[in-house]
T-cell receptor, first 112, second 117 residues
């Protein structure tokens, strides 16, 4: 059974700081890994999707890496802004891409 | 493209009543949709996989007679919570798989907040 852990559970940083969010998973036989953002009481906004054959993906100030062998992914946020404050979820897709396991998320607060 | 909507965005109902939540893919056809539930401070949990024209597949521990899923068209899946109880209060999110996506990506709806009194 796939298990996804996200560390830290919460993070508070001053504006402008670079930060790293961590995601680990127990079964390396994955199809995709995806990072989402969730604002309070809202749905999910997809940030980056990494295929199992890829090592990293970049979008603007965001960079996500994937190390399947060690069961880890990181989401790097450069020059953080108050608008980045949200909960960041890591989702691992396996079992023929339809089986998804979410982490509990990292709640990020960027202080102006 | 690849927009998924949910209706209603929030609903309050009395214990014992039934509530229907709709999930629509607005600009693509989705043969497969998924329903998730998220309790406060917990991760999203997959409840069931909804396949157009066939019965839904439920995850272990999810009562199929309580959470009725209908996927009657390629753009609409509905989740009906029957005889709702306060413990069913949760945030329900659907997703739809876009076959046009190279990675079989799922696109998520905005969620429905259900409160059962």
């Amino acid at each position: 059974k796939q298990e996804v852990t996200q560390i830290p559970a919460a993070l508070s940083v001053p504006e402008g700081e670079n930060l790293v969010l961590n995601c680990s998973f127990t079964d390396s036989a994955i199809y995709n890994l995806q990072w989402f953002r969730q604002d309070p009481g809202k749905g999910l906004t997809s940030l980056l999707l990494i295929q199992s054959s890829q090592r990293e993906q970049t979008s603007g100030r965001l960079n996500a890496s994937l190390d399947k062998s060690s069961g880890r992914s990181t989401l790097y946020i450069a020059a953080s802004q108050p608008g980045d404050s949200a909960t960041y979820l890591c989702a691992v897709f396996s079992g023929g891409y339809q089986k998804v396991t979410f982490g509990i998320g990292t709640k990020l607060q960027v202080i102006p | 493209g690849a927009v998924v909507s949910q209706h209603p965005s929030w609903v309050i109902c009395k214990s014992g009543t039934s509530v229907k939540i709709e999930c629509r893919s607005l600009d693509f056809q989705a043969t497969t949709m998924f329903w998730y539930r998220q309790f406060p401070k917990q991760s999203l949990m997959l409840m069931a996989t909804s396949n157009e024209g066939s019965k839904a597949t439920y995850e272990q521990g999810v009562e199929k007679d309580k959470f009725l899923i209908n996927h009657a068209s390629l753009t609409l899946s509905t989740l009906t919570v029957t005889s709702a109880h306060p413990e069913d209060s949760s945030f329900y999110i659907c997703s739809a798989r876009d076959l046009r996506s190279l990675y079989n990506e799922q696109f998520f709806g905005p969620g429905t907040r259900l409160t059962v009194l």
